[in-house]
């Protein structure tokens, strides 16, 4: 990166986060802090008001803002694209906000500019599911946004479809909302359990009755929006797919596989899958789907509960 591209990429850092200290820009465009220094004196020399302080670092005066920015064809396409997705698969709220964001960016492109990304921006399209739209959950979305936004605490009902404990299939839960992902086909919420006193994760189709509690909290300030480790997954399942099943295991991957192994021995041209789940009714459905072309080799317990499920199959359809 050249100085120039340099001067101008720490203003942004400054005006994205705030603050950097001197020796966190440094790691960031990989050059000591002495460069640094000179960088911001640099910035101020040219009328870049950024502010020292002792223990906190660079920063801006505060209503500092950079002249417009010029978009390459790439840059353009994509910001478009994206507020394209938003528009076409969110609620109206984001819907007009994604649309108004178009219409100014498109306005400050070249004529010739434009052309380029109208043209390309027809030849691209993204398919995501339809439940971005139209899933029920998707009503829980701004309130869910607001406790986020307000750190409040939420109320809901959650339905679990496999529990060992029956009781616990609908149960009333509280949770300090951290963030929201959509991967997969469905919505997610990521928070503090109250119940289980840990970070949890809940799936929005599964919640009803939300209603937002007026009890604040503070979310960790070392709190990363992934998904959180699921190590209440402690039935190990290990299944051989044959080989006409294999490449369709590998393409349709269950959320429950954990490893896959091609050619096991004795078995060449198969896949050996290990998956984990919370309890064995979980993969029953999966596994019966893939007819004779798997064979369970553990736990027995689920090897039994398949036959059982395949005869009452059979009863049901035969004569």
Request: charged fraction near 30%.
């Amino acid at each position: 990166m050249n100085r120039t591209d340099r001067l101008l990429a720490i203003v942004l850092e400054l005006q994205r986060n705030g603050s950097r200290r001197a020796e966190d820009l440094a790691a960031t465009f990989e050059t000591s802090k002495r460069t640094i220094y000179r960088d911001v004196q640099a910035l101020c020399e040219s009328g870049v008001p950024v502010v020292a302080q002792a223990g906190i670092g660079y920063s801006l005066v505060e209503g500092y803002f950079l002249p417009p920015l010029s978009f390459s064809t790439d840059e353009a396409t994509m910001l478009l694209l994206g507020s394209k997705l938003v528009a076409d698969h969110f609620e109206a709220q984001y819907r007009e906000v994604s649309q108004s964001a178009s219409r100014k960016i498109e306005a400050v492109l070249s004529e010739k500019l434009r052309g380029e990304v109208n043209f390309l921006r027809d030849s691209i399209a993204f398919v995501a599911p339809e439940t971005l739209a139209s899933n029920a959950s998707a009503k829980f979305l701004p309130t869910l946004r607001r406790a986020i936004i307000e750190q409040k605490t939420i109320r809901f009902h959650y339905h679990t479809r496999y529990s060992m404990d029956r009781s616990n299939a609908k149960k009333t839960r509280e949770a300090n909302p951290y963030s929201l992902v959509h991967y997969g086909d469905a919505w997610y919420l990521n928070g503090f359990c109250h119940l289980r006193q840990e970070l949890r994760q809940f799936r929005l189709d599964r919640m009803s009755d939300l209603e937002l509690l007026d009890q604040s909290f503070i979310r960790p300030a070392d709190y990363k929006m992934e998904p959180p480790e699921d190590n209440d997954r402690n039935v190990i399942v290990r299944a051989i797919f044959d080989p006409d099943a294999a490449p369709w295991v590998r393409e349709s991957r269950s959320y429950y596989i954990t490893e896959m192994q091609d050619d096991p021995e004795g078995h060449p041209g198969c896949l050996l899958v290990t998956m984990k789940a919370h309890v064995e009714a979980e993969l029953v459905s999966w596994l019966l789907s893939w007819g004779a072309k798997v064979d369970v080799l553990e736990p027995e317990s689920l090897k039994r509960r398949l036959a059982d499920a395949a005869k009452k199959i059979y009863e049901k359809y035969s004569d």
